[in-house]
């Protein structure tokens, strides 16, 4: 990829401790070999990147790409019936207990090829590259069998050779009770979920480890023993906590050391404490709180005054979540959850890499990767303030701008 100097732009770097938003007016980014060089006052720019061709950016914004950190992106089928169900009274409890919800997912996931869910989950994935996204989260968990797990991962590892895009896979093998394991879940974890879990890793399927930690899904000792399984692989653990009800799950994961604890509209403060002791991030997904009409609104004062790090994710799936907007859950983060436009811009590219355990992304700054996003706008807040429009300009990825 070609060495280049980005000129005339206003950095919003996101590095923390200086200015709003780490802003930079005049800016200058020396793009070189995929990472930053240089990120600072086009003044300041150092003699030794004077030579390389020049790329005015017109006084636009440039901010970090875009991450999302929690997906079900892979997935047979839609739910579009269930959402009518649900305009007709029914709780997402109630349809999942009649065998909805989840498992009617599994479903069509089992009956899918790889292609098909691939081919699938790339119109969903280049609504997210339009709005310039960089790195994504794609967890499995719609297969709730061996073989169909491992397919879910091998379709998420494709998605990164067909578009330039960073995918990181959490394996989500505790995600719902299939049919045939119902009313015996800790079957479910022993014969299916960790041997699933065993061989997704030997095929280097898995960066991470996630579990639904719910009343309608597993147990705080179940996800346990699926995370001493990923620990002893080596594997990080993320959870889906507190979303429904608060069985403790987040401070469980933070006894793990998670990288990160998601939903979490049920926190109570000693989760928050046992987050803020781990550095857990706490990842708020406003696309399912909306869908479900959720009124219980996560912690964020409380989570804010612990000093946990917050992100923003869309939750892309097909029951609770069907979005495929990272601009909206920027404006969802603020208008819902009363993030600042900061918090939730910090939510989709700082913390979300820090809720991924991606330390070489995420803000513009030397020696990262240069994943970056310009914007039709001139202040970061418009990108939080607008709803349902796409301003992005131009996107790089590891240096390469693409479309
Ligand atoms: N929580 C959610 O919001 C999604 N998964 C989870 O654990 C919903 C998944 C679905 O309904 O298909
Ligand atoms: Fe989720």
Redesign the pocket.
Known sequence: MPDLILTNATLATMQEGGAPYGLVENGAVALREGRIAFAGPAAALPAEHARLPVQDLGGRLLTPGLIDCHT?IVFGGD?AREFEMRLEGASYEEVARAGG??VS?VRATREASEEALVAAALPRLDALLAEGLTLIEVKSG?GLDIETELRMLRAARQLERLRPVRVLTSFLGA?AVPAEYKGRSGAYIDEVCLPALRAAHAEALVDAVDG?C?GI?FSPEEIGRVFDTARALGLPVKL?AE?LSDLGGAALAARHGALSAD?LEYLGEEGIAAMAAAGTVAVL?PG?FYTLRETKLPPVAGLRAAGVPIALAT?C?????PLTSLLLTLNMGCTLFRLTPEEALAGITREAARALGATDCGMIAPGLRADLVAWNVAHPAELAYRIGFNPAHARWFGGLECS
């Open positions: 079900h739910r919800g989840i997912s719609y995600h639904f719910e899904a889906h979303q939903h997904l399912a939750d799936n097909p029951g609770t979540s």
